[in-house]
T-cell receptor
Framework: AQSVTQLGSHVSVSEGALVLLRCNYSSSVPPYLFWYVQYPNQGLQLLLKYTSAATLVKGINGFEAEFKKSETSFHLTKPSAHMSDAAEYFCAVTDGGATNKLIFGTGTLLAVQP | DAGVIQSPRHEVTEMGQEVTLRCKPISGHNSLFWYRQTMMRGLELLIY????????DSGMPEDRFSAKMPNASFSTLKIQPSEPRDSAVYFCASSLAVDNSPLHFGNGTRLTVT
């Protein structure tokens, strides 16, 4: 079965610094991978998705992620953090087969320091 | 597009009472998912429907939980009787029934069982 592992439950960066949130997946078939963001007291919002069209995927709010099959990774990055990026970020993978059932990682809480 | 609408936003009830959570998916979406989010267990998929039919309910914790989707625009998640350990945020999400279609989440129902 597919799964994702997010390394680091808490990440803290300074405003203007690089953001790097790590996600590794386990899948026996080519996966579809997603990053979602959750702001306090809200549902999850899609940041970006990988569907095999291109290994570097650009999302909203200046975020991007690179699919690396050799490393089974799909890390999320942003060149310069903004205070408004403080939120919880979830990596997710489809369960495989003809379904869009998503399996989520445990999340990474991003703090941005002034 | 109004997005996925969940009600109520907050529910406080006493142990043993019946709780019903409601969800209206995005019009045209034919997959609907119920997730539960807790600090201890993260995001757990409880059940999902395709075209109003339950496809996978393996995540439903026990018989106290039941979910229905009587039509394409409405779903309920019922807990009877409720217990303190059911306290969590319950999210409904909808999507198209294709395997790279992203999920759109509601803002959740925060359930507190005392």
């Amino acid at each position: 079965a597919q799964s994702v592992t997010q390394l680091g439950s808490h990440v803290s960066v300074s405003e203007g610094a690089l953001v790097l949130l790590r996600c590794n997946y386990s899948s026996s078939v080519p996966p579809y991978l997603f990053w979602y963001v959750q702001y306090p007291n809200q549902g999850l919002q899609l940041l970006l998705k990988y569907t095999s069209a291109a290994t570097l995927v650009k999302g909203i709010n200046g975020f991007e992620a690179e699919f690396k099959k050799s490393e089974t990774s799909f890390h999320l990055t942003k060149p310069s953090a903004h205070m408004s990026d403080a939120a919880e970020y979830f990596c997710a993978v489809t369960d495989g087969g003809a379904t869009n059932k998503l399996i989520f990682g445990t999340g990474t809480l991003l703090a941005v320091q002034p | 597009d109004a997005g996925v609408i969940q009600s109520p936003r907050h529910e406080v009830t006493e142990m043993g009472q019946e709780v019903t959570l409601r969800c209206k998916p995005i019009s045209g979406h034919n997959s609907l998912f119920w997730y539960r989010q807790t600090m201890m267990r993260g995001l757990e998929l409880l059940i999902y429907f395709n075209n109003n039919v339950p496809i996978d309910d393996s995540g439903m914790p026990e018989d106290r939980f039941s979910a229905k989707m009587p039509n394409a625009s409405f779903s309920t998640l019922k807990i009877q009787p409720s217990e303190p350990r059911d306290s969590a945020v319950y999210f409904c999400a909808s999507s198209l029934a294709v395997d790279n279609s992203p999920l759109h989440f509601g803002n959740g129902t925060r359930l507190t069982v005392t």
